[in-house]
């Protein structure tokens, strides 16, 4: 298993930017697919934005324009940057590297926006 260690996360007014970094034990390219997943208090999961093996990236509707995923395949390391954060983005940030039906998690990093 890769072990998958989140930073970055913080308080930030709304407006704000923040980049979150996802530095990994192993190849990335290992992967199918790295992600980034949220979970609000009260919440489930939810899938923010995925970088596949090939460079194809999705992105949830509530992020488009805003936050764009990244990686540095050298550094074994993949990126969130979020800009125009607003208070609905608080939530614990989760780093994910999907192999088929295996999926490796971060321990996550918090991140709260304020009005």
């Known amino acids: 298993q890769v072990q998958l260690v989140e930073s970055g996360g913080g308080l930030v007014q709304a407006g704000g930017s923040l980049r979150l970094s996802c530095a990994a034990s192993?190849?990335?390219?290992?992967?199918?697919?790295m992600g980034w997943y949220r979970q609000a208090p009260g919440k489930q999961r939810e899938l923010v934005a995925t970088?596949?093996?090939?460079?194809?990236?999705i992105y949830a509707n509530s992020v488009k324009g805003r936050f764009t995923i990244s990686r540095d395949n050298a550094k074994n390391t993949v990126y969130l940057q979020m800009n125009s954060l607003k208070p609905e983005d608080t939530a614990v940030y989760y780093c994910?590297?999907?192999?088929?039906?295996?999926?490796?998690w971060g321990q996550g990093t918090q991140v709260t926006v304020s009005s």
């Open positions: 994910n590297g999907r192999l088929g039906v295996r999926n490796d």
């Open positions: 192993g190849n990335i390219l290992s992967f199918n697919a």
């Open positions: 970088v596949a093996y090939s460079g194809f990236t």
